[in-house]
């Protein structure tokens, strides 16, 4: 007996790691990578090299900053709503002499879409002789939920979990062209466990580290990059076996990927009016405690464009991402090892499998909608895809989002005094 509940709440149990399948289906793996905030999210995320909002600066790459002047100030609200559907053809645990936990059913989801908010200030140090600009924020990194309550079969399938994170960023202009930049975040975690009376909100936190340097390689043409660490969570007795006296706790070990990114961004087109975006991620899945019992390394590519009409910003962008499940996954998931052997282990991808490869954004930004205010607004969403894991488990998922945010710039003119080469500095 005991074997068997190690098994459900670890099969369960550790969905946790990546519940943005139901809500977040717009994410790569796990991960937003600005998909979400009100500019940069309209071009597909596409903010590597000329990011459109201090948002996705703060939350890329730092070394963008320097591209913003005066003192701004940012804030924005999005929604997240995704359609997450899972067949189980096989019971759970498979071995007749266990007692059977799960059985098959075919269901959608129950749990709702989420909502996101990011908030950051940029404040440039010209006026302390410093050609730098330091930025804070609070973003939302990931956050979704996936329930299965209402069917009988899935045993009260039912997990969640939200990650924030507050990163202090500097990026300081090495010369004319060239810029640096670096940033420390503190991650918030809060996980909940996928049975009522088994587990409760279990948080932790985690430090995660960016560089990042980009280069005006010509007076229309920046390139940037940056390396991103991983991040570490811990849920210390996230799943618990036996409530009672014989009640067991077991950890759950979960990393965010280290990061590569690369931009290049071009504003040369219909006389300056047209700027396009590309940037290529490698997300190192295989070297993330939990998630590389399950992921692949994944590749992403982000593209976008704005047109700019007077005070409007229209924007567009696709985004293609890699399907990272693993085809032969490991048997210990973030500390736990269910004992379901491979019908188990694919259960567990199936509850994260955020497989669709292709998404549309589209966008309009406002400058000066009241004096000194920005208005940007964008929606998204994911074709609809499906995925099979072995021989008892399918799903299929799809999803839009909408997201708005405004922008106070103080000191406007610090921006309009810039040279032309420098024109796109905000």
């Not at 369960?12 to 790691?17: F, S």
């Not at 002499?97 to 940029?122: E, Q």
């Not at 969403?381 to 099979?388: A, I, K, Q, S, T």
Request: proline share 5%.
């Amino acid at each position: 007996m005991f074997r068997v509940k190690v098994l459900v709440a670890g099969i369960a149990g550790l969905a946790i790691l990546g519940l943005e399948a139901t809500a977040h289906a717009q994410t790569f793996g796990i991960e937003l990578h600005n998909t979400m905030m009100p500019a940069s999210g309209g071009m597909a995320g596409a903010s590597i090299a000329l990011p459109q909002d201090l948002l996705s600066s703060a939350n890329a790459n730092p070394a963008t900053l320097t591209q913003f002047r005066g003192t701004q100030f940012a804030f924005s609200g999005g929604w997240g709503e995704g359609t997450f559907n899972m067949t189980q053809l096989s019971p759970l645990p498979a071995d007749p002499s266990l007692d059977t936990r799960v059985f098959p059913y075919s269901a959608k989801s129950t749990a709702p879409g989420l909502p996101i908010a990011n908030i950051g200030i940029s404040q440039d140090l010209a006026e302390l002789g410093l050609p730098a600009t330091v930025a804070f924020g609070f973003m939302t990194t990931a956050g979704a939920f996936v329930d299965f309550r209402h069917i009988p079969e899935s045993d009260g399938t039912n997990s969640g979990q939200t990650i924030f994170n507050a990163p202090a960023a500097i990026g300081v202009d090495m010369t004319d062209r060239w810029s640096l930049g670096a940033s420390m975040s503190m991650g918030i975690a809060l996980n909940d466990g996928p049975f009522v009376g088994s587990s409760g909100i279990t948080p932790d936190y985690a430090l995660r580290g960016t560089v990042g340097s980009n280069y005006e390689l010509t007076e229309f043409t920046n390139i940037g990059g940056y390396y991103q660490t991983g991040q570490s969570f811990t849920f210390d007795n996230a799943v618990l076996i036996n409530p009672g006296p014989d009640q067991r706790g077991f950890d759950s070990n979960m990393d965010l990927p280290q990061n590569v990114g690369l931009g290049i961004a071009n504003h040369r087109l219909m006389n300056g009016k047209l700027l396009l975006a590309t940037d290529v991620l490698y997300k190192l899945w295989d070297e993330a405690e939990g998630y590389k019992a399950l992921y692949d390394n994944q590749w992403v590519v982000q593209i976008g464009a704005q047109y700019t009409m007077g005070r409007y910003r229209l924007r567009a962008g696709y985004a293609w991402a890699e399907n990272p499940l693993d085809q032969t996954p490991e048997s210990d998931v973030g500390g736990v090892e269910p004992i379901g052997e491979l019908p188990g282990l694919r259960y567990v991808q199936g509850l994260l499998a955020i497989t669709c490869q292709h998404r549309m954004t589209f966008g309009l930004g406002v400058v000066d909608i009241l004096p000194g205010i920005d208005l940007d607004m964008q929606a998204g969403g994911m074709f609809e895809d499906g995925e099979r894991l072995g021989e008892f488990t399918m799903t299929s998922i799809e999803s839009y989002w909408l997201a708005a945010g405004l922008t106070w710039k103080f000191r406007r003119g610090a921006c309009e005094a810039l040279p032309i080469a420098n024109s796109w500095r905000r």
